[in-house]
């Protein structure tokens, strides 16, 4: 009997299944989606799924798709999409100032964060790679500091060195 090994993440799919993500090595270079026994923890069903660039999805049926990026990207609407409101701009790190309207045309992760927040610190590297992973004129990050005292919003950012830019009230 198999039982899973979950390194990666694991959820209840919308067909009620539990599902994980796992890796084949350990630096998860071949990924596999399993499916569980909610009862004993044994693998029910498990579907290589290649590189760690996969796009996963799981209908209501419990059909699991594998989803190539970069098609997913190319078929991202940038015209006729819903605007993010309320318009704004806020200075980067050397005070000048950015605007949302800035990213217009490409897919934008914005992310709120502040350097006194737990997940905040362990999300950066992961969105390091993330960043890296796509071209900037199809992809970027906005991520926007919650710190009120700009010291501790610098050191983190020292600290964390990530390859993306930064807004903050508190830049000044």
Known sequence: MEHALINIAMTVGPDGRLYLLGGEDSAASRLRLGRLNRENGEIVASQLLGTPTTAIAVDRRGRIRVLDPER?????????????????ALPDLTGKAVRLEDYRGKVTLVNFWASWCGPCREEFPHMAELYTSFPRDRFDIAAISDDVDPGKMRAFVTEFRPPFPFWSDAAA
């Open 72 to 88: 997913l990207l190319a078929q991202t609407p940038t015209l006729g999409r819903d605007l993010f409101e309320p318009a704004f």
